[in-house]
């Protein structure tokens, strides 16, 4: 098993509540929001290995993130667990990315989702620690503490800290409610 310290929650920064799926001329189902993924992160030149492609998901070729969570609260898996991902630079070799769909607001059964899955997570992985992407950002003032200023992106858009704090219970203004 491949040793992990870090969990990392990232947003897809696709349009809030937008599922994802999308239909393909001359294909009878649509593509997945994983594969939407995965067709994303090939153009980026992320590539997975065969060997790893063998045990999980050959048919995704690039995908960086181990798990995906769709605006319908599907769990998706991307790479394998012992599959080192492509996700946050410098943090990739022991860390586990998870991704939201959506930027900055996720639906009720998404945060379901998330939560199970990080509990879920922990048991196997209880020393890891669980952090937003943006709060991997280098401290350029060295005080210690990751501030806004310092975020080179807004991923995952909500603070993952605060919501472990609220017992994993979101914050209302990300929370998606369509109108
Ligand atoms: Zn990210």
Same mark, same amino acid.
């Given at each position: 098993m491949r040793s992990i310290n870090l969990i990392v929650i990232h947003c897809a920064? +696709? #349009?809030?509540?937008?599922?994802?799926f999308r239909s393909v001329p001359g294909r009878a189902v649509s593509m997945t929001p994983v594969e939407v993924l995965d067709e994303m992160h090939k153009v980026r030149g992320f590539a997975r290995t065969a060997g790893f492609r063998a045990r999980q998901? #050959?048919?995704? +070729?690039?995908? @960086?993130?181990h798990f995906i969570i769709y605006t319908n609260g599907t769990v998706a898996t991307g790479r394998h667990l012992d599959e080192v991902g492509a996700h946050v630079q410098g943090f990739n070799a022991k860390s586990i990315g998870i991704c939201m769909i959506g930027t900055d607001e996720f639906t009720v059964v998404q945060w379901k989702s998330l939560a199970g899955l990080v509990n879920a997570l922990n048991e196997t992985y209880p020393d890891a620690r669980l952090c937003g992407h943006?709060?991997?950002? #280098?401290?350029? !003032?060295? !005080?210690g503490i990751i501030e806004p200023f310092e975020?080179?992106?807004?991923?995952? @858009?909500?603070d993952v800290a605060a919501w472990l704090n609220n017992d994993m219970e979101p914050f209302p203004q990300n929370v998606y409610s369509p109108l």
């Amino acid at each position: 098993m491949r040793s992990i310290n870090l969990i990392v929650i990232h947003c897809a920064a +696709t #349009p809030n509540g937008r599922s994802m799926f999308r239909s393909v001329p001359g294909r009878a189902v649509s593509m997945t929001p994983v594969e939407v993924l995965d067709e994303m992160h090939k153009v980026r030149g992320f590539a997975r290995t065969a060997g790893f492609r063998a045990r999980q998901n #050959p048919n995704l +070729t690039s995908i @960086g993130y181990h798990f995906i969570i769709y605006t319908n609260g599907t769990v998706a898996t991307g790479r394998h667990l012992d599959e080192v991902g492509a996700h946050v630079q410098g943090f990739n070799a022991k860390s586990i990315g998870i991704c939201m769909i959506g930027t900055d607001e996720f639906t009720v059964v998404q945060w379901k989702s998330l939560a199970g899955l990080v509990n879920a997570l922990n048991e196997t992985y209880p020393d890891a620690r669980l952090c937003g992407h943006r709060d991997l950002s #280098p401290d350029q !003032n060295k !005080n210690g503490i990751i501030e806004p200023f310092e975020w080179l992106k807004i991923c995952p @858009g909500f603070d993952v800290a605060a919501w472990l704090n609220n017992d994993m219970e979101p914050f209302p203004q990300n929370v998606y409610s369509p109108l």
